[in-house]
């Protein structure tokens, strides 16, 4: 993962040239390649769809932002004409697109270290001499993974409402489903479905260190905790990090429980989150402005995720 | 392991240094930490199952007793009774969505599997000029959110009049970079070169050796990637919400969002959309159950190097 994915972004720029001269041997280079054809057989069926689907629609919507729709008249024929970047002016003055990056970024600030601050003290006490039932209590944390976030949303949705949850104690004297409080009810779902996945990550990281390495340092009369703090944590960073990325994607791509949630709460708008914009921006239909937010999110994603690798990568090395 | 039965052994006996030893019948934590460790997670065990021991509860109920009996507990057990009210409800939609999602998840699945596999083995195992800046691209899409790109694949897929499809929600799913990935970490550290040049002497053709040799080596890193992307697409809904129209295309996830949005004109919808969510994460957790011994492995690979 590490040093490899730094050139990723003007990799990208190069893609479009690649994808033709995969398929046949690479004529012009003087190395010899072994096995061509076995290569071309393995790769091909994947660089096609990769270039179909990933990277054609990636520069087919920066193609698209770049347009704007032209009218003869108010009900005149609509043309798309280049209009530079008109769109990306209007994403930048576009309050409710800033109010939900906001929004979102708030909602990762919280929510992704209480939720992978959970995962790695779950991990570690699954790691630890302290516990019995491990196997139950690694398969009770993971369930909540197999329930998709729509599902989970629904139900939490359900759990939250006044008058059906099973905790009316708890949830008719604090509304969830407020404007103040909804967020963090959306945060709660996020957190229950992917604590366990996150756990599972960092606790096969754990696993894969030897125990001969924890032997010194129990020779030295180090306790668990200090096992933990100094010596597995350091060691599994990789995989911490590796989540920490995930989860910064995720958080910025907030839609399915929002969007379930507008049933639930009237807090909750049509521009609640980045990708909820992009959606009812899609479907007034103005398609060209939501290309235009959809290339600016995928790139925020982007650069805060790498930079988030190459600052923990930059902390690793000190 | 013989570094664990040596330790117990060493002749200066303190506490802490016992304390430390992981053997299962060795020398106690202390009772208060081990007691505060099984605590926090007999807590959070509540927290994480009681959502889904309610769904379950509330499945069993009939619509009056829904909103009348404890909702942690039994009231009179309907639970096939609502299952068979689901499945006959507008000619047997729901059955169909489910269908959809296991056909979606578990055919798109298997192909990005084999799609990335073959692509992460070659970018392992041969030598060929590009292979590098292929790889960083493909690290590159693994950054690239699949929500960013559901709107730019609906604009593609109208202007070929795919929209609206099954093919518009499963071609896009084949593409697993993440696979491509993990696999391509996966078989440089666990297929020998000398096996595959070995294979090459008895005969075996490149493509043969693969899927006979290599796929069997590789088996605990595919089935990581084919239950992950399984689960991504059965969760997906982004994709399916701005593509689809037609209900008969729906995976299970949109088609309950869908019935869930409308319980407030038809309060009916609610006693099926309960129902429906729990037989929607039924498949699920079977499928991790019976895969969890190959899963565990894999998923250490990718986050290990």
Do not use: C
């Not at chain 1, 049933?263 to 992009?278: G, K, R, Y």
């Not at chain 2, 006996?13 to 505060?36: H, Q």
């Not at chain 2, 949109?254 to 099926?272: D, H, K, T």
């Amino acid at each position: 993962m590490s040093a490899s994915a730094i050139p990723a972004a003007d990799a990208r720029s190069a893609a479009s040239r690649r994808p033709a001269s995969r398929g046949q041997a690479p004529a012009p280079r003087k190395i010899k390649v072994a096995h061509p054809k076995a290569i071309a057989i393995f790769i091909v069926p994947f660089a096609v769809l990769f270039t179909l689907f990933y990277l054609v629609p990636i520069g087919y919507a920066i193609y698209q932002s770049l347009l704007v729709v032209e009218r003869d008249g108010t009900f005149g024929k609509a043309t798309e004409v280049f209009g530079g970047l008109t769109q990306y002016i209007a994403v930048f003055q576009n309050g409710p697109f800033w109010e939900s990056i906001t929004r979102v970024l708030a909602f990762g600030v919280v929510q992704v270290p209480v939720m992978l601050g959970l995962a790695l003290l779950f991990a570690l006490l699954l790691d630890s001499p302290l516990l019995r039932g491990k196997r139950f209590f690694r398969l009770a944390f993971f369930v909540p993974y197999a329930v998709p976030g729509v599902i989970a949303a629904i139900m939490w949705g359900f759990l939250y409402s006044p008058n059906l949850s099973p905790f009316t104690a708890i949830t008719s004297n604090v509304s969830f489903l407020s404007a103040d409080l909804v967020l963090w009810a959306i945060a709660n779902v996020v957190t229950w479905v992917y604590v366990g996945y996150n756990m599972l990550i960092i606790y096969s990281a754990l696993l894969a260190i030897p125990t001969e390495i924890y032997e010194a340092a129990r020779l030295d009369g180090a306790g668990q905790l200090r096992i933990a703090w100094s010596i597995k944590i350091p060691l599994i960073m990789p995989a911490i990090v590796l989540t920490g990325i995930f989860s910064i994607i995720g958080t910025l791509q907030l839609l399915a429980e929002p969007q379930v949630f507008r049933t639930f709460s009237s807090a909750v708008t049509s521009t609640f989150t980045p990708n909820l914009m992009v959606y009812s921006t899609s479907s007034i239909p103005n398609v060209n402005l939501a290309a235009a937010f959809s290339v600016v999110l995928a790139l925020a994603t982007f650069v805060l995720s790498f930079s988030f690798l190459k600052f923990t990568q930059r902390k690793e090395g000190k | 392991m013989s570094a664990l039965t040596e330790s117990p052994t060493v002749a200066r006996p303190a506490k802490r240094r016992a304390a430390a030893n992981p053997a299962p019948k060795g020398p106690k934590e202390s009772p208060l930490s081990r007691v505060g460790a099984m605590t926090v997670m007999l807590v959070f065990t509540l927290y994480f199952l009681i959502p889904i021991w309610w769904l379950f509860v509330a499945g069993t109920k009939s619509s009056s007793q829904f909103t009348s009996t404890n909702p942690l507990w039994f009231a009179d057990f309907n639970l096939f009774e609502n299952i068979g009210n689901l499945v006959a409800y507008r000619d047997g939609v729901f059955l169909k969505w489910m269908l959809n999602s296991a056909l979606y998840a578990g055919a798109g699945a298997l192909l990005a599997t084999l799609f990335a596999g073959m692509a992460g083995y070659a970018l392992a195992k041969y030598r060929f000029p590009g292979r590098e800046l292929l790889f960083n691209i493909v690290l590159g899409g693994v950054l690239v959110p699949a929500t960013a790109l559901a709107l730019p694949l609906f604009l593609i897929f109208s202007q070929v009049s795919l929209t609206n499809t099954f093919w518009a929600v499963f071609l896009p799913s084949l593409v697993s970079p993440f696979g491509v990935y993990l696999t391509r970490i996966f078989a440089s550290a666990s297929v020998p070169d000398e096996l595959i040049e070995a294979a090459r002497l008895d005969g075996a053709g490149e493509v043969r050796t693969f899927f006979t040799v290599s796929v069997k080596l590789m088996f605990p890193a595919l089935v990581t990637v084919f239950l992950f992307q399984f689960v991504a697409i059965w969760n997906n809904f982004f994709l399916p919400l701005i593509m689809l129209r037609d209900e008969t295309l729906f995976p299970v996830t949109l088609g309950l969002y869908a019935w869930n949005s409308q319980v407030n004109q038809i309060p009916e919808l609610r006693g099926y959309v309960l129902i429906g969510a729990l037989l929607s994460i039924i498949p699920l957790i079977i499928l991790f159950l019976l895969l969890q011994r190959f899963w565990r492995n894999g998923l250490g690979a990718g986050s290990v190097k």
